[in-house]
């Protein structure tokens, strides 16, 4: 059974710090990894993706993959009251196709 | 470019009646996938298709289908509702050749009374 695990939250931190979001997964054969973010009634948007163990940055996300240790992360810097949404960590196992497992999401709050 | 394209935005069915829902993929992307998302299980994979291939599919009872047509368009089809397929129902799609990044559409709203 594949797996994908997030802390549901709610993680609160005051403008203009660093939010750290963690996921964890249970298939080794994962192969590509990604973060979306879903504002409350709508539909998530994606925000990094990332296939390669180390950092992947882009402006103020940054997504850390270790394929060692199954766990997939996301930095948000500067964080700004409009970064409060739920992110969810999917991760994708190309089987032919491919099939994507989501965590059930981390709900972020920035505090102004 | 126009993303992805759901249709109905939202529907309101009885329990035992039937009901299709409709997305238009990015144009150039060959890949659908479609997704139920309700507060208590998240977000679950249904199906994904490419080529009008089913390549994919989640654990659900078959009284959920699908297909995609040669324009990469593709419907999802669940036969006698019952209260508990009230859900979003999100599609999403890819290149699907080789790269499998994807973007969602907007998602229908799927009441079951």
């Known amino acids: 059974q594949k797996e994908v695990e997030q802390n549901s939250g709610p993680l609160s931190v005051p403008e203009g710090a660093i939010a750290s979001l963690n996921c964890t997964y249970s298939?080794?054969?994962?192969?590509?990894f990604f973060w979306y973010r879903q504002y409350s009634g709508k539909s998530p948007e994606l925000i990094m993706f990332?296939?390669?163990?180390g950092d992947k940055e882009d402006g103020r996300f940054t997504a850390q993959l270790n394929k060692a240790s199954q766990y997939v992360s996301l930095l948000i810097r500067d964080s700004q009251p409009s970064d409060s949404a739920t992110y969810l960590c999917a991760v994708n196992w190309r089987t032919g196709g491919f099939k994507t497992i989501f965590g059930a999401g981390t709900r972020l709050f920035v505090k102004a | 470019k126009a993303g992805v394209t759901q249709t109905p935005r939202y529907l309101i069915k009885t329990r035992g009646q039937q009901v299709t829902l409709s997305c238009s993929p990015i144009s150039g992307h060959r890949s659908v996938s479609w997704y139920q998302q309700t507060p208590g299980q998240g977000l679950q994979f249904l199906f994904e298709?490419?080529?009008?291939?089913?390549?994919n599919k989640g654990n659900f009872p078959g009284r959920f289908s699908g297909r995609q047509f040669s324009n990469s368009r593709s419907e999802m089809n669940v036969s006698t509702l019952e209260l508990g397929d009230s859900a979003l129902y999100l599609c999403?799609?890819?290149?699907?050749?080789?790269?499998?990044?994807?973007?969602f559409g907007a998602g229908t709203r799927l009441s079951v009374l």
């Open positions: 999403a799609s890819s290149l699907g050749q080789g790269e499998d990044i994807q973007y």
């Open positions: 298939d080794r054969g994962s192969q590509s």
């Open positions: 298709y490419f080529s009008e291939t089913q390549r």
């Open positions: 990332i296939y390669s163990n």
